[in-house]
């Protein structure tokens, strides 16, 4: 008879009251054969959809790394629970004595603020945690965020102490809601950070364009810019919603993802669009490369020479931009043979290639593993 397999107990520690994102939403529904989560509560993973309780995180997040940026206190985290046989920091440092592992999608995350962790003393406290020999594993999301760890730090032994581990989802079990037409959809938090402006130009225009298509459009649309876009009854406009409303109703019976996505270090809806088989119009960015391929599950558009204000964005040759998805995303529409290649390409690639859940079940339990031998 089969030895039983020990179950592994893991608690997830996080620097904030809860981590509102789809990758620790993953790893809690769907986690590793006989791992254990000790302090998961499926309810708090759901992610933020309310406008002001949204609003108010960002609020207080924002407080938070004013404090800490005077001190250069990188997300240090001490857990009092006993029961745990090792530590997932989600973008943390723990100070536990005990085997941790910490996952980041920049290198800037191991702390509130980039100001925080790449000045000398945020720096310093960083490298000294993750050379600690409680510090088992340092698992960046993309090659993008593995490239910004190793660049900052510089050193050996962080170097080999990594390795990526990307997010998954399972390949959806609902199937494709019959609509007339084609559906354009976008859906981002941070109307101007995700782009959200000018892939609504574009929108405007794809939709006067052809007769046949129309659009979901998902964000905290500013009053002044939804009215100046409402003569148009091709657009449906959508606050903030649940993720389970939009993975049941809105990718369904959506066919082509527009996110220009300025702020992104990863982009979650781009993995979810590609497990639905949408093909994607985005814009080049950090990791952007790393989850789409152009040309053969979407389209990325040139990266524009961007500035940052406290508004957001600030865009250079905005009207290029508009065009360039306009363009590519007419490509898409025109061609059904070509959706439907890009469509192929994208669900494989979240069901058997690099977004696959198995793929990243197996290589988080082989790391809980190996960190509790060595």
Request: net charge positive.
């Amino acid at each position: 008879m089969a030895k039983k397999e020990k179950e592994i107990k893991v608690y997830l520690q996080y620097p904030w009251k809860f981590p509102d994102s789809s990758y620790y939403n993953s790893i809690m529904n769907y986690p590793p054969r006989n791992v254990k989560y000790i302090n998961a509560n499926k309810k708090k993973y759901i992610g933020i959809n309310s406008p002001k309780r949204f609003n108010r995180m960002v609020a207080l997040k924002d407080n938070a790394r004013k404090i800490l940026g005077v001190m250069k206190i990188p997300n240090l985290t001490l857990t009092r629970n006993k029961e745990f046989d090792i530590i997932h920091c989600a973008h943390c440092l723990s100070l536990n004595k005990r085997p941790w592992v910490t996952d980041t999608e920049h290198y800037w995350n191991f702390a509130a603020s980039s100001e925080i962790s790449y000045s000398s003393i945020g720096k310093k406290r960083i490298i000294k945690l993750l050379k600690s020999k409680y510090c088992k594993k340092i698992m960046p999301w993309t090659e993008s965020a593995m490239e910004t760890v190793l660049k900052a730090t510089k050193d050996k032994e962080i170097e080999e102490k990594t390795e990526i581990v990307t997010y998954a989802i399972p390949p959806p079990k609902i199937k494709k809601i019959k609509h007339d037409g084609i559906n354009l959809f976008f859906s981002g938090r941070y109307f101007y950070q995700k782009g959200g402006p000018h892939a609504l130009a574009a929108i405007d225009a794809l939709t006067r364009k052809y007769d046949n298509v129309k659009a979901i459009f998902l964000s905290q649309t500013p009053d002044e810019i939804r009215m100046k876009y409402e003569k148009n009854k091709k657009i449906e406009f959508h606050n903030l919603m649940p993720l389970d409303k939009i993975m049941k109703e809105i990718y369904p019976m959506s066919d082509i993802f527009i996110l220009p996505g300025y702020s992104d270090s990863f982009g979650f809806p781009l993995v979810e669009a590609l497990a639905f088989g949408l093909p994607v119009v985005t814009v080049d960015g950090f990791a952007r490369k790393d989850i789409i391929e152009d040309g053969k599950d979407g389209f990325v558009i040139k990266k524009p020479k961007i500035t940052w204000k406290i508004t957001g964005p600030c865009v250079a040759n905005e009207t290029q931009v508009i065009k360039d998805i306009i363009k590519k995303a007419s490509l898409l529409i025109e061609s059904s043979s070509l959706r439907k290649k890009m469509s192929n390409y994208g669900i494989k690639t979240t069901s058997e290639g690099r977004f696959s859940l198995k793929k990243r079940q197996n290589k988080l339990k082989s790391i809980y593993e190996e960190s509790l031998i060595n």
